[in-house]
Structure formats: C-alpha cells, structure tokens
C-alpha cells in the first residue's frame, strides 16, 4: 500500500488551493494574481504530495516503536532522500510562491477584499510550516529509518548505494 498523506495536510493542500481557485474566477487585479499564484503553486503541491508529505504518514507509527512494512520503509527512505536532494528547488519554489502571494495581497488590499488577504496569509504560514517543521521531519524521518531498521535490510537494490560508493552531499539546510 502507497504511504499515506496525513488527512490533516492533504486538507490544508486542498483548502487552500480552493480558495486560490475561488480568487482566481474574480474579475481584475485579484483574479489576475491569483491566477498567476495558481501557476507555481499548483505544480509545487503537487510535488509535494508525492514526495515530501508522504512520509509524514509514517510519523505516528514510528514514533509508537512500530516497524512499518518494508515497502513503507523503502518508499519513505527514497521519498526522503528525494527531498533532501531537491531542497533547494523546493525552497526556490516557496520563493516564487511568496512573490506571487505578495501580489495577490496588494490586490486584496486595494479592493479591500480581506478574506483573500487572510487566504495569502495562510499560505504563507503554511510554507513556513513546511520550511520548519514539515521537510526538516521528513529528513530526519529518512535518517531515523536508516539508523533503526537499516537499509540493507528492506532497500530495493536500486535503492542502495555498492560498498565503497560515497553517500550523496549533505544538503546544508536540511
């Protein structure tokens, strides 16, 4: 069975992207932003839900001493290293999101539209949740599932490195 999103993110994900959506059908400068943040934040979260939120949902179990299956194991330690890998692209991509945020802001301000005020302000406490708490989890979840179970013992061959081969580069922000 595929690792599971933890409901409470793949909600947040799905609520905000809603309420984008919902911006987006505005005539003007609101519709116009927001179709603009729909364009880098839809294929962001889409990316995330397929590497860096999933996981996640393997938190509880580990965290209760569990051993979750060896598919878990090994798709949660490749969805980790995945995103260590591709951090910086990830960042750069909050980035992008932030920039066009700031944009649908200054529309919702100008039209004093304060639910869509609120909508940017949610969106960019939720990369700040990501940035700190979220991808720095799944990093540590990959490390921790190194350590306890080992990798020989549930990697797919492709998955492991040959005696001798160097581990990729340490990602300096996660």
């Known amino acids: 069975m595929p690792l599971a999103i933890p409901q409470v993110l793949k909600l947040d994900h799905e609520e905000l992207h809603d309420g984008v959506a ?15 943040l729909l364009r880098v934040m839809t294929p962001h979260m ?6 860096a939120h999933p996981p996640l949902g393997l938190l509880e179990e580990v965290s209760r001493g569990l051993r979750p299956s060896d ?10 290293e995945r995103l260590r890998n591709g951090i910086l692209d990830m960042l750069a ?4 999101i932030t920039a066009a945020v700031e944009e649908l802001v ?4 100008a039209q004093n539209r304060v639910e869509y005020a609120e909508l940017a302000l949610r969106l960019v406490h939720h990369a700040d949740l990501e940035e700190r708490v979220l991808y720095p989890a799944v990093a540590i979840l990959g490390s921790y599932i190194e350590l306890r179970f080992g990798r020989a ?7 492991s490195r040959t005696p ?6 340490a990602n300096p922000r996660i």
């Open 164 to 169: 001798g081969q160097a581990a990729p580069p």
């Open 106 to 109: 200054a529309a919702a301000k």
């Open 93 to 96: 991509e909050h980035r992008m």
């Open 46 to 51: 889409e990316k995330e839900e397929v590497f």
């Open 22 to 36: 919902r911006a987006s059908r505005e005539v003007g400068a609101i519709g116009a932003a927001a179709k603009r």
């Open 153 to 159: 013992s549930f990697a797919q061959p492709s998955q």
């Open 71 to 80: 598919t878990e194991l090994s798709e949660a330690l490749a969805m980790s």
